[in-house]
C-alpha cells in the first residue's frame, strides 16, 4: 500500500511537475504578450485617434480661420464613418466649443463646454483626447474626441486565445507526462511488485529484469543485488536464529529444571519446617542469617564469628563447640542434635542441627550450609514414647510376672491334681477289688456289681483327670514348629492302635507324604485323637474304614481324617470341641469328651483351624489346618467356631 | 531270683498297702522295706542314722515315689546317686505324677525306670509284678552288689 502510494505519488509528483512547469511558463509568456499586445494596442488606438483628430484639425483650420462652424460641422460629421467614435469637437482660440459631433445624444455630455489641455485618457471603455490645433506653428484652437478604446474587448479576446493555446499545451505536457511516467514508473513498479512478493513470500532468489540502462536500470541491478545479498542474509539469519533458538530451548529446558529443582529444595525446606544458614570456610557465621535470627532471637552482630554458639544450650555448648571445630577441621558434613535458644517461645528447642561442607574442585572449603530442623515436638515425643514403652514394659514384666506366677500355681495345681487326686482313687478302685477278692464269697451279684460300678467311676474320673492335665498340658507347652510327615506318624498311630485291637479289622487309607510343620509332640496329639476317635466309632462296623488325605477349598489345602463310623447329628457339632461335651453315650462309645478340645487347642495354637461334617451312621470327616490364614474370621463353617 | 529285700518309699498308706497287696498277689515273696518318708528312706540306704544301720546292705530295687514328706523323691534320688556305695542302685520311680518335669528331672539325676501308678488296681498289679519280674529276675546287677550283700549278712 505504501509502496503502491508512494508510486501513485511519483506519478502525480511527475505530473503536477510538468504541468507547473508548462504553466508556468504559458503565464509568463502570456502576461508578456498580453502586456505587450495591449500597449501595442493602445499604442496604435492612440495613433489612429491623434491621426483623426490631425485630420479634423487640418480640415477644420480653414473653417476656424473663418468662424465657419458649418464646414467644421460637417468636418466632424465625416467621423459617422468611425463608428467607434463617440464624440468629437472643435474649440477656438479661447477655447470655446466651436463645433461638436456625438454619434448618438447620449454622448453629448461628454463633450466638455471648454476646452481642456491637450492630453490622452485611455481607459477601460473609452479613450479621450484634447488636441492643439496648429496654423503655421500657432495654436489656433483644439479638437477633443472620445472614441471607444475596445481594450476590454481586446482584453478578453487575448486571454481567451491565451488561454486555449495553454489548454492545448498542457494536454500536451500531460501526454508527454505520461508517456514519461511509463518510461520511468512501469520499471519502479515492477521492483516493488517484485519487493512486495520477496516480502511475502521471503522467496530472495526472485530477481527483477533490467529492461534500461539508465538509472532505473543500475536501481534494478542494485536491488537485485541487494536481494540476493538479503537471501544470504537471511538463510544465515534463520540458521543463527534456528541455533540460537535450540540454544534458548535448552537453556529454558535447563532453567525449567533448575528452578524446578529450586521449587523442590525450597518446598523440601520449608516442609520441613526447617532454617537454613550459611557459614564461610572457617565455619563463622556470615553476616545476614534472617531465619537463624529470627528463630534464636540473635543479630549480625551477636552471631558473628562463633558466636551463633551462644543460643545453644548451656549444657549443649561445649560439646557442640568442640564437634563444630572438628567438622571444620576435617571439612565433613555435620550433624548434631541439641537445645537451642527459640526467642519467641522463650524456651530451649530440640533442633537437628546439620550442616555441609560446600568444596571447591581444589577440595577446599569454599563454605558451609545447613540447615537447623526443630524436632522439639518429635524428641519430645520419641521421650513420650521412651517414656512409655518404659512404663509398657514395666507392666508388660508385671503381667509376665504375675502371669508366670499364675502359670507356676496352675502348675503346682496340676502337679497336686494329678498326684493328690490320683491316689484317692486308686485307694478307691484298689480297696473295692480288694473286697471283691477278699471277701466275696460273702458279697451278692448286686453287691459286686455296686463295687464294680466304685471302680468304674474312679476309673473314669482317673482318666479325666488325665485328659484334663493333657489339655492344660498342650496348652501351656512351648510350641517348636518343624517340618513334619504327617503320614508316617499317621502309619504309626494306627498301627498303633491295630496292635491294641488286633481282632479288628479296618481298613486304613494314608495318603503318602503329607506335609506339615509343626511341634511334632502337639501335632501327634491331634493325629492320636482324631485317629482313636475314628477308630473308637468304626468299631460297630464290620467294615470299618479310616482315611487320611489332603483336599483343596478355595486355594487352600485341608488335612482330614475320615471315618464310616458312628458320626453325628451336625445340628450339635458346635459342641464337638467343647470340652467335656460329648454326643455318645458313654456305655456305647466311653470317653471324656476332653480329647476333640485338646485337638482343638493344638490347632489354635498352630493358627490353624479345625471342623468336622459328619452324618450319624455314615461317618464323620475331620479337616484341618495348621497354617495361619487372613480367612480364619470366615467362619465358612459352623464348626469352625468350635 | 535274687532274694534281696525292695524298698518301697511310699508315704501313703493305701498305696503302701495296695502295693503289699500287689506283690502278694503276683507271688513276689522278697523282704519289703518300707520308708514312710525320704528321710527315712536315705537313713536306711546310706546309713547316716546308727539306729538304722543295719540296713547297710543295699535293696534289689528302690521303688520310689516323688511326693514325699520331710526330702522330696527327686532329692532321694539324688543323693543315692551321689553317694558312691549307693550309685549304681537300681531305683524305679513309681509315682501318680506324670508330669513332664519330673519325668525329665526324674531320668536326669539318674532314674532306671519311671512308672505312673496306675488307678486301675489290677493294671497297678500288673505293673508291680512286671516290676519284680524284671528288677528281681531278669536284671543282671555288677558283682559290687553281691560282694556288698555277701559281706552284710
Given at each position: 500500500m505504501n509502496a503502491l502510494f508512494a508510486l501513485s505519488s511519483i506519478r502525480h509528483k511527475l505530473l503536477v511537475g510538468v504541468l507547473l512547469t508548462t504553466a508556468t511558463a504559458l503565464a509568463i509568456l502570456g502576461a508578456i504578450f498580453i502586456i505587450y499586445d495591449l500597449g501595442d494596442y493602445r499604442d496604435r488606438l492612440v495613433e489612429e485617434l491623434t491621426t483623426q483628430a490631425d485630420l479634423i484639425s487640418l480640415s477644420s483650420t480653414a473653417a476656424l480661420e473663418f468662424e465657419d462652424r458649418e464646414t467644421a460641422k460637417q468636418t466632424l460629421a465625416s467621423l459617422r464613418l468611425r463608428p467607434e467614435i463617440l464624440a468629437a469637437a472643435i474649440y477656438d482660440r479661447n477655447g470655446n466649443l466651436f463645433a461638436r459631433y456625438y454619434a448618438?445624444?447620449?454622448?453629448?455630455?461628454?463633450?466638455?463646454?471648454r476646452a481642456e489641455q491637450p492630453s490622452i485618457g485611455v481607459d477601460a471603455d473609452t479613450i479621450r483626447l484634447f488636441r492643439p490645433i496648429y496654423n503655421d506653428r500657432e495654436i489656433i484652437g483644439s479638437v477633443f474626441m472620445l472614441a471607444q478604446s475596445g481594450v476590454k474587448e481586446r482584453t478578453f479576446r487575448v486571454l481567451l486565445i491565451f488561454l486555449s493555446i495553454a489548454i492545448v499545451a498542457l494536454a500536451a505536457s500531460t501526454l508527454l507526462s505520461s508517456w514519461l511516467q511509463a518510461r520511468i514508473t512501469s520499471p519502479i513498479m515492477e521492483v516493488t511488485e517484485l519487493a512486495r512478493q520477496v516480502v511475502n513470500e521471503r522467496n530472495y532468489n526472485l530477481r527483477a529484469n533490467r529492461t534500461t540502462d539508465d538509472e532505473i536500470g543500475f536501481l534494478i541491478e542494485a536491488f537485485n543485488q541487494m536481494l540476493s545479498q538479503i537471501g544470504l542474509r537471511t538463510s544465515e539469519l534463520e540458521r543463527s536464529n534456528s541455533e540460537l533458538a535450540e540454544q534458548i530451548h535448552e537453556r529454558s529446558q535447563a532453567e525449567k529444571a533448575l528452578s524446578e529443582s529450586e521449587y523442590r529444595h525450597r518446598t523440601l525446606i520449608t516442609t520441613l519446617s526447617a532454617l537454613t544458614w550459611r557459614a564461610d570456610a572457617h565455619g563463622d557465621f556470615s553476616a545476614t542469617q534472617t531465619a537463624w535470627d529470627s528463630f534464636t532471637g540473635q543479630t549480625p552482630r551477636s552471631h558473628a564469628g562463633r558466636g551463633w554458639l551462644q543460643a545453644v544450650h548451656p549444657d549443649d555448648r561445649e560439646l557442640v563447640s568442640q564437634l563444630w571445630n572438628q567438622a571444620c577441621e576435617e571439612s565433613v558434613a555435620f550433624k548434631q542434635v541439641f537445645r537451642l535458644w527459640y526467642a519467641p517461645g522463650g524456651e530451649y528447642r530440640y533442633v537437628n542441627f546439620s550442616a555441609a561442607p560446600l568444596i571447591d574442585p581444589g577440595g577446599q572449603t569454599m563454605e558451609w550450609m545447613g540447615i537447623v530442623d526443630d524436632i522439639h515436638e518429635r524428641m519430645q515425643a520419641t521421650e513420650e514414647v521412651q517414656r512409655l514403652n518404659a512404663e509398657l514394659e514395666h507392666r508388660v514384666q508385671e503381667r509376665t510376672a504375675e502371669l508366670e506366677n499364675a502359670n507356676r500355681e496352675l502348675e503346682s495345681f496340676s502337679y497336686s491334681v494329678s498326684h493328690d487326686l490320683r491316689a484317692p482313687l486308686r485307694s478307691i478302685d484298689g480297696f473295692s477289688q480288694a473286697l471283691i477278692e477278699d471277701y466275696g464269697d460273702k458279697l451278692d451279684e448286686e453287691a459286686k456289681e455296686y463295687l464294680d460300678r466304685v471302680r468304674n467311676g474312679a476309673q473314669r474320673m482317673g482318666r479325666l483327670i488325665d485328659d484334663m492335665l493333657n489339655l492344660s498340658r498342650v496348652s501351656r507347652m512351648e510350641l517348636v514348629r518343624r517340618p513334619l510327615n504327617l503320614s508316617e506318624v499317621a502309619a504309626e498311630l494306627l498301627n498303633e492302635l491295630r496292635q491294641s485291637e488286633p481282632q479288628r479289622s479296618v481298613y486304613t487309607e494314608i495318603e503318602p507324604e503329607l506335609l506339615a510343620y509343626g511341634d511334632s509332640r502337639l501335632v501327634r496329639v491331634v493325629l492320636e485323637n482324631l485317629f482313636s476317635n475314628a477308630w473308637k466309632y468304626t468299631a460297630k462296623r464290620d467294615d470299618a474304614k479310616i482315611r487320611f488325605g489332603q483336599v483343596e477349598f478355595e486355594g487352600r489345602s485341608y488335612f482330614f481324617v475320615r471315618d464310616n463310623g458312628a458320626g453325628f447329628d451336625m445340628k450339635y457339632a458346635d459342641r464337638l470341641f467343647t470340652p467335656f461335651q460329648r454326643l455318645h453315650d458313654n456305655r456305647e462309645f466311653p470317653g471324656t469328651g476332653v480329647g476333640l478340645a485338646t485337638v482343638q487347642r493344638v490347632i489354635r495354637r498352630h493358627g490353624g483351624r479345625i471342623w468336622a461334617e459328619s452324618e450319624l451312621d455314615k461317618g464323620s470327616t475331620f479337616y484341618f489346618t495348621l497354617t495361619p490364614s487372613e480367612e480364619l474370621h470366615h467362619d465358612k463353617t459352623p464348626n469352625s467356631a468350635g | 531270683m535274687t532274694r534281696r529285700p525292695i524298698l518301697l518309699v511310699e508315704d501313703n498308706p493305701d498305696d503302701e498297702a495296695l502295693a503289699l497287696r500287689a506283690f502278694k498277689k503276683c507271688n513276689i515273696s522278697n523282704e519289703l522295706w518300707i520308708a514312710r518318708d525320704g528321710e527315712e528312706a536315705l537313713n536306711l540306704l546310706l546309713g547316716s542314722d546308727t539306729e538304722t544301720s543295719e540296713y547297710r546292705h543295699l535293696p534289689a530295687v528302690v521303688l520310689l515315689d516323688l511326693n514325699l514328706p520331710k526330702i522330696s523323691g527327686l532329692e532321694v534320688l539324688r543323693r543315692i546317686r551321689n553317694d558312691p556305695h549307693t550309685k549304681t542302685l537300681p531305683v524305679v520311680i513309681l509315682t501318680s505324677s506324670k508330669h513332664e518335669e519330673d519325668l525329665i528331672a526324674g531320668y536326669q539325676l539318674g532314674a532306671n525306670s519311671y512308672v505312673r501308678k496306675p488307678v486301675d488296681f489290677n493294671e497297678f498289679a500288673r505293673a508291680v509284678s512286671q516290676l519284680g519280674m524284671y528288677w528281681l529276675l531278669l536284671n543282671e546287677l555288677p558283682e559290687q552288689h553281691d560282694a556288698l550283700k555277701s559281706e552284710h549278712t
Amino acid at each position: 500500500m505504501n509502496a503502491l502510494f508512494a508510486l501513485s505519488s511519483i506519478r502525480h509528483k511527475l505530473l503536477v511537475g510538468v504541468l507547473l512547469t508548462t504553466a508556468t511558463a504559458l503565464a509568463i509568456l502570456g502576461a508578456i504578450f498580453i502586456i505587450y499586445d495591449l500597449g501595442d494596442y493602445r499604442d496604435r488606438l492612440v495613433e489612429e485617434l491623434t491621426t483623426q483628430a490631425d485630420l479634423i484639425s487640418l480640415s477644420s483650420t480653414a473653417a476656424l480661420e473663418f468662424e465657419d462652424r458649418e464646414t467644421a460641422k460637417q468636418t466632424l460629421a465625416s467621423l459617422r464613418l468611425r463608428p467607434e467614435i463617440l464624440a468629437a469637437a472643435i474649440y477656438d482660440r479661447n477655447g470655446n466649443l466651436f463645433a461638436r459631433y456625438y454619434a448618438s445624444p447620449a454622448h453629448i455630455r461628454e463633450i466638455p463646454v471648454r476646452a481642456e489641455q491637450p492630453s490622452i485618457g485611455v481607459d477601460a471603455d473609452t479613450i479621450r483626447l484634447f488636441r492643439p490645433i496648429y496654423n503655421d506653428r500657432e495654436i489656433i484652437g483644439s479638437v477633443f474626441m472620445l472614441a471607444q478604446s475596445g481594450v476590454k474587448e481586446r482584453t478578453f479576446r487575448v486571454l481567451l486565445i491565451f488561454l486555449s493555446i495553454a489548454i492545448v499545451a498542457l494536454a500536451a505536457s500531460t501526454l508527454l507526462s505520461s508517456w514519461l511516467q511509463a518510461r520511468i514508473t512501469s520499471p519502479i513498479m515492477e521492483v516493488t511488485e517484485l519487493a512486495r512478493q520477496v516480502v511475502n513470500e521471503r522467496n530472495y532468489n526472485l530477481r527483477a529484469n533490467r529492461t534500461t540502462d539508465d538509472e532505473i536500470g543500475f536501481l534494478i541491478e542494485a536491488f537485485n543485488q541487494m536481494l540476493s545479498q538479503i537471501g544470504l542474509r537471511t538463510s544465515e539469519l534463520e540458521r543463527s536464529n534456528s541455533e540460537l533458538a535450540e540454544q534458548i530451548h535448552e537453556r529454558s529446558q535447563a532453567e525449567k529444571a533448575l528452578s524446578e529443582s529450586e521449587y523442590r529444595h525450597r518446598t523440601l525446606i520449608t516442609t520441613l519446617s526447617a532454617l537454613t544458614w550459611r557459614a564461610d570456610a572457617h565455619g563463622d557465621f556470615s553476616a545476614t542469617q534472617t531465619a537463624w535470627d529470627s528463630f534464636t532471637g540473635q543479630t549480625p552482630r551477636s552471631h558473628a564469628g562463633r558466636g551463633w554458639l551462644q543460643a545453644v544450650h548451656p549444657d549443649d555448648r561445649e560439646l557442640v563447640s568442640q564437634l563444630w571445630n572438628q567438622a571444620c577441621e576435617e571439612s565433613v558434613a555435620f550433624k548434631q542434635v541439641f537445645r537451642l535458644w527459640y526467642a519467641p517461645g522463650g524456651e530451649y528447642r530440640y533442633v537437628n542441627f546439620s550442616a555441609a561442607p560446600l568444596i571447591d574442585p581444589g577440595g577446599q572449603t569454599m563454605e558451609w550450609m545447613g540447615i537447623v530442623d526443630d524436632i522439639h515436638e518429635r524428641m519430645q515425643a520419641t521421650e513420650e514414647v521412651q517414656r512409655l514403652n518404659a512404663e509398657l514394659e514395666h507392666r508388660v514384666q508385671e503381667r509376665t510376672a504375675e502371669l508366670e506366677n499364675a502359670n507356676r500355681e496352675l502348675e503346682s495345681f496340676s502337679y497336686s491334681v494329678s498326684h493328690d487326686l490320683r491316689a484317692p482313687l486308686r485307694s478307691i478302685d484298689g480297696f473295692s477289688q480288694a473286697l471283691i477278692e477278699d471277701y466275696g464269697d460273702k458279697l451278692d451279684e448286686e453287691a459286686k456289681e455296686y463295687l464294680d460300678r466304685v471302680r468304674n467311676g474312679a476309673q473314669r474320673m482317673g482318666r479325666l483327670i488325665d485328659d484334663m492335665l493333657n489339655l492344660s498340658r498342650v496348652s501351656r507347652m512351648e510350641l517348636v514348629r518343624r517340618p513334619l510327615n504327617l503320614s508316617e506318624v499317621a502309619a504309626e498311630l494306627l498301627n498303633e492302635l491295630r496292635q491294641s485291637e488286633p481282632q479288628r479289622s479296618v481298613y486304613t487309607e494314608i495318603e503318602p507324604e503329607l506335609l506339615a510343620y509343626g511341634d511334632s509332640r502337639l501335632v501327634r496329639v491331634v493325629l492320636e485323637n482324631l485317629f482313636s476317635n475314628a477308630w473308637k466309632y468304626t468299631a460297630k462296623r464290620d467294615d470299618a474304614k479310616i482315611r487320611f488325605g489332603q483336599v483343596e477349598f478355595e486355594g487352600r489345602s485341608y488335612f482330614f481324617v475320615r471315618d464310616n463310623g458312628a458320626g453325628f447329628d451336625m445340628k450339635y457339632a458346635d459342641r464337638l470341641f467343647t470340652p467335656f461335651q460329648r454326643l455318645h453315650d458313654n456305655r456305647e462309645f466311653p470317653g471324656t469328651g476332653v480329647g476333640l478340645a485338646t485337638v482343638q487347642r493344638v490347632i489354635r495354637r498352630h493358627g490353624g483351624r479345625i471342623w468336622a461334617e459328619s452324618e450319624l451312621d455314615k461317618g464323620s470327616t475331620f479337616y484341618f489346618t495348621l497354617t495361619p490364614s487372613e480367612e480364619l474370621h470366615h467362619d465358612k463353617t459352623p464348626n469352625s467356631a468350635g | 531270683m535274687t532274694r534281696r529285700p525292695i524298698l518301697l518309699v511310699e508315704d501313703n498308706p493305701d498305696d503302701e498297702a495296695l502295693a503289699l497287696r500287689a506283690f502278694k498277689k503276683c507271688n513276689i515273696s522278697n523282704e519289703l522295706w518300707i520308708a514312710r518318708d525320704g528321710e527315712e528312706a536315705l537313713n536306711l540306704l546310706l546309713g547316716s542314722d546308727t539306729e538304722t544301720s543295719e540296713y547297710r546292705h543295699l535293696p534289689a530295687v528302690v521303688l520310689l515315689d516323688l511326693n514325699l514328706p520331710k526330702i522330696s523323691g527327686l532329692e532321694v534320688l539324688r543323693r543315692i546317686r551321689n553317694d558312691p556305695h549307693t550309685k549304681t542302685l537300681p531305683v524305679v520311680i513309681l509315682t501318680s505324677s506324670k508330669h513332664e518335669e519330673d519325668l525329665i528331672a526324674g531320668y536326669q539325676l539318674g532314674a532306671n525306670s519311671y512308672v505312673r501308678k496306675p488307678v486301675d488296681f489290677n493294671e497297678f498289679a500288673r505293673a508291680v509284678s512286671q516290676l519284680g519280674m524284671y528288677w528281681l529276675l531278669l536284671n543282671e546287677l555288677p558283682e559290687q552288689h553281691d560282694a556288698l550283700k555277701s559281706e552284710h549278712t
